[in-house]
């Protein structure tokens, strides 16, 4: 694909989306930080239905701390790998207190020394809360770069350094967004939606159903 390509597909999707966002629900950095935690082989659905439950009462490093794992096990159990996911929580709420004031840091090093963060989960911090312009490929990213042409790649971390590499500047703050919402409700894995999506005349995917 070539980069007049990805510009008419960046541009469309910003057309129909010029103020992209995650659909986790959060009011600071750190309930982002503990909702993509959640999200890890679960629902944005599934995580905001245990957040609007477990914000209210605790939302600080310090809170949730102060529940410890099993007083916040009961807000999570309703979702996958809660236990592990509550052990991380709890340890990533010491270490944000203990080296960090409480505070979510913001570099990738810092973010990746947290219990429960890794790479991907670190470039959805950095973009989503403190605006930089990473992209964090999950499953629908991937599978949206490889499948259109955007940005081939045989793993995760290659389709990431080529996005950041062939995506122009002026997409890659919101091209994260974009591409996992596109993922999410379009490109779908078992049956792609061609007929309704909005840059199919720029896709190479060989198997797409034109209109």
Same mark, same amino acid.
């Given at each position: ?10 541009? &469309?999707?910003?057309?129909? #989306? ?33 957040? #609007?439950?477990?914000?209210? +009462? =605790? ?25 592990? @996911? ?11 207190? #203990?080296? $960090? ?5 913001? *570099?990738?090093?810092?973010?990746? &020394?947290?219990?429960? +963060?890794? &790479?991907? *989960? =670190? ?16 499953? $629908? ?23 950041? &590499? ?8 919101? =091209? /994260? /967004? ?12 078992? @049956? ?15 198997? @797409?159903?034109?209109?």
């Amino acid at each position: 694909m070539n980069n007049e390509k990805r510009t008419a597909i960046y541009s &469309r999707l910003r057309e129909l #989306d010029p103020n992209p966002g995650t659909e986790l629900r959060y009011g600071s950095p750190f309930e982002l930080l503990v909702a993509v935690i959640l999200s890890a082989q679960a629902t944005d659905v599934g995580v905001n239905k245990a957040t #609007d439950k477990l914000y209210p +009462v =605790a939302n600080t490093p310090q809170k949730i701390l102060g529940l410890g794992v099993e007083g916040l096990k009961p807000y999570i159990k309703t979702i996958g790998l809660f236990n592990n @996911k509550a052990e991380n929580i709890i340890k990533t709420c010491r270490i944000l207190i #203990d080296e $960090h004031g409480g505070e979510v840091p913001t *570099t990738r090093e810092a973010l990746e &020394r947290l219990p429960g +963060v890794g &790479r991907k *989960t =670190a470039n959805v911090i950095l973009n989503t809360a403190f605006g930089e312009p990473t992209i964090a490929v999950d499953t $629908h990213i991937f599978r949206v770069a490889n499948r259109t042409g955007i940005a081939k790649g045989k793993t995760p971390l290659e389709v990431e350094k080529r996005l950041v &590499r062939l995506t122009p500047d002026e997409f890659k703050k919101d =091209a /994260h /967004h974009w591409l996992i919402l596109h993922g999410r409700y379009i490109c779908k894995a078992r @049956k792609p939606l061609c007929g309704e999506c909005p840059i199919i005349e720029w896709c190479e995917y060989r198997y @797409k159903e034109l209109p």
